[in-house]
Nanobody, 124 residues
Framework: QVQLVESGGGLVQAGGSLRLSCVAS????????MGWFRQAPGKEREFVAA????????YYLASVKGRFTISRDNAKNTVYLQMNSLKSDDTAAYYC?????????????????WGQGTQVTISS
């Protein structure tokens, strides 16, 4: 069992930056691929970014590529999402997820564990 706790959300002006963090419980974090997803009101949860267990492979939603960076520190059981040049369309609840395999994935149903989410609100 893996428990995930996100932090770092908040209210920021368009063009600003935020860094989200997700801390995982357990001693096997380095074996899990990790992902970030988001869900805006009235919309389905969508993939944002994913990273393999080693950190060697990353994937991004097209609309965030070049603005967002996913990274991980296996010694700290933590995955990060650095978000720059934020836009109003980025407003959503952001969720961290873990997959019980080393390979990153972009599909929601392939992830086994989810955090409670952290709200990101971008003001224009």
């Amino acid at each position: 069992q893996v428990q995930l706790v996100e932090s770092g959300g908040g209210l920021v002006q368009a063009g600003g930056s935020l860094r989200l963090s997700c801390v995982a419980s357990g001693r096997t974090f380095s074996r899990y691929a990790m992902g970030w997803f988001r869900q805006a009101p009235g919309k389905e949860r969508e993939f944002v970014a994913a990273i393999s267990s080693s950190g060697a492979t990353t994937y991004y939603l097209a609309s965030v590529k070049g603005r967002f960076t996913i990274s991980r520190d296996n010694a700290k059981n933590t995955v990060y999402l650095q978000m720059n040049s934020l836009k109003s369309d980025d407003t959503a609840a952001y969720y961290c997820a873990a997959r019980s395999t080393s390979t990153a994935a972009v599909t929601t149903r392939l992830y086994d564990y989810w955090g409670q989410g952290t709200q990101v609100t971008i003001s224009s």
